[in-house]
């Protein structure tokens, strides 16, 4: 939340845009792709790609997440993040980043840490779904979103649905699996 904090005064000066979404709304995907970096304010939400014809959900998206410039060879090139709530967003294009970078360069370091923290974070994802038990896949992935939900000190409700949806499972396949999970971040990620 730091860079959140931060670039608030920014905003009277332009550098940085505020827009709303509402929940279901897409906020960002490869047609929409601007040359731009996005910081979550307020509210959640869903990156997901498409495997084939399947919706296939990557990654929740909490306040404080930095998202954008993904390139064309990364490990996600077809990929849409679509707000589950009523969600509030900073946006920085390239040249305000640029602009900023002669006031404020920390903050701008900052900022492109962020988002190359989230593409390592989304490696880590895409490593732990293609792990070939299932077991090792929920385990992987809980342990990886333990660790954001500890990191910022958040308690992170989810469906079981969304655990079997990014890990390519079914439901009824990831419910049976859950109970031969051994978790040590599961008293901050809580599942329904």
Known sequence: MFIVQHLKNYLLEGYVEERSYRAKETVFSKALRDNGIFVVVDGVLELYIFKGLKKGTVDIMLPGDVFGFMSEESLIKYYVIKAIT??????????????????????????????LSKQSYLYEVFTAISMRKAKDRISKLLNLLGSVAEERNLILT?????????????????????????NQKSRRVRLW
């Open 86 to 115: 009523e969600s509030r967003l900073f946006y920085l294009t390239l040249d305000n980043l640029k602009r900023l970078g002669g006031v404020n360069p920390a903050l701008v370091l900052e900022l492109f840490s962020s988002v």
């Open 158 to 182: 989810l469906k079981k649905k969304q655990i079997a949806d990014i890990a390519g499972l079914s439901y009824e396949g990831t419910v049976r699996t859950m109970k031969f999970v051994k």
